[in-house]
């Protein structure tokens, strides 16, 4: 079945540090999403991109999607605290939009 | 306008004791699906539905059963709980495909523990 990793597991930056998550999937997906999970809480939608070699940028956050559009990648520009939580990447393939969720990145910003 | 909503929050089971889940969703979306996330993991789809009275298996399906009589509920029922079966359970739902570019709304979700 279809496989979505992210890199890396887990990343502590101090504040003001850049932070990158890479996401690679074993297929070629519709569309990929990105969510971020607090502790306790539920994923929120951050963005979804659906062009082959797309960039969105949201603030300090950039998302690029892959020519071959199996891979996705997430940077955040000088991370402050507010920037903690799981990234999870999402690929979308097949019918009923159904979403095969990447492993997550822990992130974590200290001062 | 409430989103989506999961009931219960939380429970205990016992090993062997059976259960339902709730999602309930106030926005006429066509598509829902069940999630289940175990500890640093991502949420992995146990089943889904593209309308009422219409069900498909996901991933992990395996002693987890739904319905959807109704458009805005959708059930998950655990027939006989097993410990593999403690997690974070999240429902999510979205328009039809016409509306594209529309995210999955995700419910609070469920932490059950199974004894």
């Known amino acids: 079945g279809q496989q979505v990793m992210q890199i890396p597991q887990y990343q502590h930056v101090q504040e003001g540090e850049d932070f990158t998550t890479y996401c690679n999937s074993s297929?070629?997906?519709?569309?990929i999403q990105w969510y971020k999970q607090r502790p306790g809480g539920h994923p929120v939608f951050l963005i979804q991109?659906?062009?082959?070699?797309e960039v969105k940028k949201q603030k300090r956050l950039t998302f690029q999607f892959g020519e071959a559009k199996k891979n996705s990648s997430l940077h955040i520009t000088a991370t402050q605290t507010t920037d903690v939580g799981t990234y999870f990447c999402?690929?979308?393939?097949?019918?009923?939009?159904?979403?095969?969720f990447g492993t997550g990145t822990r992130l974590q910003v200290t001062l | 306008n409430a989103g989506v909503t999961q009931t219960p929050k939380f429970r205990v089971l016992k090993t062997g004791q059976s259960m339902t889940l709730l999602c309930a969703q106030d926005?006429?979306?066509?598509?829902m699906y069940w999630y289940r996330q175990d500890p640093g993991m991502g949420l992995r789809l146990i089943h889904y539905?593209?309308?009422?009275?219409?069900?498909a298996k996901g991933e992990v399906p395996d002693g987890y059963n739904v319905s959807r009589l109704k458009k805005q509920n959708f059930l998950l029922g655990l027939e006989s709980a097993a410990p593999s079966q403690t997690s974070v359970y999240f429902c999510?739902?979205?328009?039809?495909?016409?509306?594209?570019?529309?995210?999955?709304?995700f419910g609070d979700g469920t932490r059950l523990s199974i004894l």
């Open positions: 999402a690929g979308e393939t097949g019918t009923a939009s159904k979403l095969t």
């Open positions: 297929t070629t997906l519709s569309n």
């Open positions: 991109l659906v062009k082959s070699g």
């Open positions: 926005m006429n979306h066509e598509y």
């Open positions: 539905s593209v309308g009422e009275g219409t069900t």
């Open positions: 999510a739902s979205l328009p039809d495909r016409a509306q594209y570019d529309q995210p999955q709304h």
